[in-house]
């Protein structure tokens, strides 16, 4: 969710500008082929990056001399500068020709073809270029290293840096770079150190490094103080928010504070620009967005899907939309249609994922027993890491406290914690990140086939590693409360999942969960108990429904009133249950939409199927109070499609069947 775009483009850039323009003014100097004027209009345009200008001008009179080394060489720079890299490789690679001993040609034509993305030619020219002075065999190894790097070469790139200075700092953040890239996030954090201790510019672009590896060790805090410091640095500068540099400053931040929970001050982060200025800005604006309007982060993403410069992320975040929204069939079809791009961009526990996501709509039983043997994997890994933080611990607690006996009262610093901590897990929490998919993606499998006690055991088999996970918890109580004689057991897994949420914000808990935790206090006879919640609910919502900027509306209260309908529906108390689904949808015109529905339509479906099955009644009161429930839900409806997804199926149209419905069932009784 972050620019991940590590090189020493910086200082590149200042090389190159060093030594473009003193080879120009010698150039001109030694042969001027332009009259003073033009020449005066091509570097006034230069002076005011006004590029474009230039290159037309340039153009013209190349015209009349297509082999002049100054005017190739002054289009070849200000194309490059005008991020036109392709052209300007080709003006380079002109002049590697005319001027074959000029090293500085060699280096920028390479180096255009890296900014082209031409990395393959890149390594090809750096590979066969000879340079005799070391400053410019330096700056081409590095930009063969960075050509090789970007193809996914690692170890040509770090035998490539292998040959450079060692002493170098650009050498030093390319070694960084390999190591970010690599995965390797602990020791590109040590060398972007180093560098930034022993350069004096670049600081800003190594803070920022510094922070996104901070950001990948999950070490949240130290990233956002960094980059806190590099925005208070801007503004002493007054620089514009919208500065490519400061716009990846910002980015970060609004990561930073989203992975933190913080989606109110995220959301802020995003509003400090223009969110379309460019791909990585667009991405993290609709991630942040999400849960305010999923559809329209669905299609932001599809579009950047599109793009030839897309966030690398972009795939693996669309695919995941798709899928925690239950549109498993789209994300198959985007996962098949984007196979020859997955393989990059995706994680290897993510490719596999997904790919038993396409598996489990046409083979369930192959993608189980693909599932299976990763799950293997998984758990294998989980233990050896748990097994690490239990070794750890055992060394810390062997340790003799000599601090504590001198001052035993005393809280130990955070260094020393830090040195100290012996559930340092960051590593057993990623693996285990990665896992959960996996493990809820085979439970649903044996959920859809009816097979409660196969997901109980499949839950239970993996109680060591994720008892303390809102996932497992939450599915847990699902799969006791759907076998119908365990509710009990499901109540204690909802009310541990109900404790950690309620810490924080209780309506983090799923509605459903929170429906199905009051039905099961009813079942079990705790009336009281399931009250006091469903009030606790209205009131919270109530005050923050006061609150300003409270973020997409709340239906926990609705659902939950839906539900206990449902439940007396199902016992056959109609008259209670079908008044308590019509009232739960009070005030119409907040609580109507597709989930909402969804469960007062169920409920309805159940009560005509017993209508026409004579196996219940419809009193008069009933019927008057349902039809104009069913009214209220066509004037309220009218442009809300239902679960269906299809546009043309609104809940006006489903409410009008089934008022038809109910009255020619009246009229038959």
Known sequence: MQRAILNFKEENKRIETNSSCSLHRTEHRRRSIMSSSITSQVYSCIRDDDYNAAIDILKAKLGDFPRSRPLLSLLAYCCYHNQEYTRASEFYETLTELCPKSEEYHVNYVQSLVKGGSYLDASRVAASSLMSSSMHSQRLKLLQAQAEMEQGMMSESSKTLSKCAEDDPETIIALSTLAFKDGNFDKALATYKSAR?????NQRMLTYCIALCHYRLREYDASLELIEEIIDTTKVKNQNSNDTFVKEALNLKAVLLYEMKQYAAAKTVTTLFDEDLDAVTAHNHAIINVAEDPSAGIQKLGTLLSQQSLPPETLGNLLTLYTSHGQDILAAEVFEANKHLAGDLLRPELYAYFEAVSLSLTCPDDAIAMMEAQRAHYIHNLSVSKQSISEKAKVVSARPATASRH??????????????????????????????PLLCLQAKLYWERREYSMVENLLRDNVDFCSDQDAWLMNMGHVMFAQGDKFEASVTYYERLLERCARADLFKMPAVALANLCVAYVLIEQNETAEELIKTIEREEEELAAMEN??????????????????????????????????????????????TWFYAKKSLLAFALSLSNQSAMIKDFLFRDLIQFLEEMETYGKVIPTESNEAEVTIASEARKLKNMFTLLAHDM
């Not at 201790?197 to 510019?201: C, G, L, P, T």
């Open 407 to 436: 001052k035993a009262t005393s809280r130990p610093t955070a260094t020393a914690e830090k040195k100290g901590h012996p559930l340092s897990n960051k590593d057993f929490d990623s693996i285990l990140d990665s896992y959960m």
């Open 550 to 595: 409270s973020g997409g509306q709340i239906y926990h209260s609705c659902i939950v009133n839906l539900c206990i309908g449902s439940l007396y529906c199902e016992r056959k108390n109609y008259a209670f249950g079908i008044d308590r689904i019509c009232k739960s949808m009070e005030p119409f015109e907040k609580n109507v939409c597709s989930d």
């Open 197 to 201: 201790h022993i350069m004096s510019s």
